[in-house]
């Protein structure tokens, strides 16, 4: 009893020292016992801090994710029903709207979903998790307008969030917009050049590079043009993310790519000579443009072409290929690689 009671005491005094109550601890205990997957426990870590400091608002937003994680669904609502009742100017309900959104979701109720993520992105409009997990759930349902604009409003809050600029590729290249794709991926792929994502999309960087060019046969090959985008009666007005002349390029760089088969380029030296004849492409035709592609992305690879960074730009984007001569690159060029990511970081991107 003696020895509990100094165990005890020790307990509460390192608390103090260290500024952490039982609460906090309780909390802390509850985390670590969800990411072991031991749910239930979690839950009465996060019980026990209740019964401490009634209303806690990160226990309350934890026992949510983990009641979540348990697909304690119904509980898990009426948990951040009282989080978001009880500390509606709390900052942290970012992450109680996101619980509760995605719990809606996988339980089969997008449509409320929906609006719970539009409540969120009412009290926290630069939140860029609420706009991405709300473009996920309208593309479940098919609705891709939606969907990609929100993907949008998620990489205008935090440009350097990989998932969404991988999205936003996604839905674009579903709609046949090869360059817009193409400019998102790429930008997903600095963010994330050595992931199993990045491995898993190098495929359909070849597939947007190659642009609407297929073989036929041996020898020949088949371009597909879309003739509305050659049509000029309305050649005077201006239309949002028209990309036609730089499509145009792409299909021709999709020939190319045939011709330098024979050459026995590798995939990065064929991807650079074309990527660079694409960059000039949008730097010849940028001015009057308007839409969220030409003022977000292509400003951003345009000054990277003029920093002279597209060399390096292309070993990042082949850094996952079975080739050695990329991933020999980068081993042997880290001051450049810090150059680019220093011009990366501190480049300013439209936030409106």
């Known amino acids: ?12 005094a390192w608390c103090a020292v260290n500024g952490q109550s039982e609460t906090e601890i309780l909390i802390a205990e509850g985390i670590e016992l969800h990411d072991l ?73 997008p449509e409320k979903a929906i609006k719970i993520y539009e409540r969120g992105i009412d009290k926290f409009p630069s939140y860029y998790h609420l706009y991405f997990n709300k473009g996920v759930t309208e ?51 600095i963010l994330e050049p050595t992931s199993e994502r990045a491995l898993n999309n190098l495929p359909r960087i070849d597939y947007l590079m190659n642009g609407n060019v297929t073989k036929n046969g041996k020898k020949g090959s088949t371009i597909t043009i879309d003739v509305e985008s050659l049509d000029e009666s309305d050649k005077n007005e201006i239309r949002e993310n028209d990309f036609s002349s730089t499509e145009l390029i792409l299909s021709f760089s999709g020939l190319m790519n045939l ?68 991933k020999k690159w980068i081993k042997q060029n880290e001051d450049v690689l810090d150059s680019f990511y220093k011009w990366d970081s501190n480049y300013k991107w439209p936030t409106k």
């Open 259 to 326: 011709g330098l088969e024979e050459l026995k380029l590798s995939e990065r030296a064929k991807f650079l000579t074309n990527f660079n004849a694409i960059i000039n492409s949008l730097e010849e035709t940028q001015v009057g443009q308007k839409g969220f592609y030409w003022e977000y992305y292509a400003p951003y690879f345009i000054e990277m072409h003029e920093k002279e960074f597209l060399e390096a730009f292309s070993y990042m984007v082949f850094a996952t290929d079975p080739d050695k001569d990329s």
């Open 1 to 12: 009893m003696r020895n509990l009671s100094i165990l005890i005491f020790c307990l509460l």
């Open 37 to 109: 997957g031991k749910y239930k426990k979690a839950v009465s870590k996060y019980d026990k801090a209740l019964k401490e400091s009634p209303n806690d608002i990160v226990a309350l937003a934890e026992k949510a994710l983990t009641l979540t994680a348990m697909k304690d669904f119904e509980y898990c609502f009426q948990v951040c029903e009282k989080a978001i009742e009880t500390h509606p100017n709390s900052s942290y309900l970012d992450n109680v709207f996101t619980c509760y959104a995605n719990a809606l979701d996988m339980s089969g109720q």
């Open 139 to 189: 593309a479940g349902i098919n609705f891709m307008d939606e969907s990609l604009l929100s993907f949008e409003m998620a990489v205008k809050c935090n440009p350097n969030h990989a998932s969404s600029h991988n999205a936003i590729s996604a839905v674009q290249s579903d709609n046949g917009a090869n360059v817009p794709s193409l400019l998102a991926l790429c930008r997903f792929f």
